[in-house]
């Protein structure tokens, strides 16, 4: 067709106004418009998680004023930063189809390494932390191993791992159950006291802008060589002056009190981290082709075994670091480091964010969205003073909604493509 129009008068004229007009169109309204796309066709990201923060955040807004004060929120953010990095490597498992159900005890177990090296052998901190992470690194790799020579199931595989590596803590820390860290060791002080100066957070907010800007404006020109349309120069200034203005309120909100807290600040740069690798790199999409179809990631030249072997290092590394981070907030390396709600939190997180346990879907914000929702319902029922059971209850509901969500949309996505 757009060879003959190109053959009649002024035909090839009409082209160009046309290819111009999809480009502004694109520049403008295409971001609006690729998304409903997505929607329509079932692929819904974080749409859901976001709807229901914000519901969840009016409604314990409404019950207690308090719940969105910026000293609040500060504490709401020291919280979700320890099983945020935790539930980060779940995405990596989560993506290639696999599940690590270990991460608590295996960040335990880090925890009682670093006590234990550090305060009862008189290691320097710097070097009992290589140590503990370096020991979740060869779990991840053990794990990697058993399913790639042995074929067994990571669900069998980390669900041993759970029971040997809590016997582990236990055993390390003794009779005496817990090892107190100095307080006044700036490790300590990391998990629990400090905060960005001002001038530093407010930079670090301009710079998200200015990384949005830089990205989009490069993905923008590397499509205009291939001759593709492009989001215009300013739809791109527009959303980086929107997203600073964005972060540089909410900086200026948690200022107001005690500041952004440079937990925190490290969970935020290891989300960007991920996020740039899974999906600007190789690696990461090789991690969604082989979640999506292992066989066919086989066929296509990718080296699925190292892909799961990386898969389940990062995520045994990053639960180790997420447990190191665990006792600098508690000040502590006892029994209880990685039980109770450690495991699964970390696991619901990355569902309730997005991430698809089917495989081949997610990002790393889903670990940062789904971690602020879980620890957004705990702190607003603790401010309530109701029961701990309500937050198992609420959280669980959570968990089946995203799951639901989920399923309905990849049965979309699998209909819409038959069509």
Known sequence: MNDKAETMPGGKALLDRQDERVKHEEGFAGSVKAFWSQVRSGDL???????????????FQLLNPVFLSSNNLANLLFDSSTIGVISLGIVCVLMVAQIDLSVGSVSGLASAITGVLWVESGWPVWLAILAALAVGTLIGALYALLFNSLGMPSFVSTLAGLLAFLGAQLYLLGSNGSINLPYDSPLVSFGQLLTMPDWVSYGLAALAGIGLFVTGYRTAARRREAGLSAESLASLLAKAVVVIAAVEFVVFYLNQSRGVPWLFGLFIALVLAMNYALQRTKWGRSMRAVGGNPEAARRAGIPVKRIYLSAFMLCSTLAALGGILGAARLASASQQAGTGDV?????????????????????????????????????????????????????????AIAVIVDSLSRRSRVSHGRA
Request: charged share 5%; glycine share 14%; hydrophobic share 55%.
């Open 45 to 59: 990201g974080s749409l859901p998680v976001v709807v229901g923060l914000v519901i969840i955040w009016t409604v």
């Open 343 to 399: 495991n699964l939190n970390a696991i619901a997180a990355a569902v309730i964010g997005g991430t698809s346990l089917f495989g081949g879907r997610g990002n790393a914000y889903s670990a940062l969205l789904g971690i602020i929702v879980i620890e957004s319902i705990a702190s607003g029922l603790t401010l309530l003073n109701l029961s701990s059971s309500l937050r198992y209850m609420i959280t669980g509901a959570v968990l």
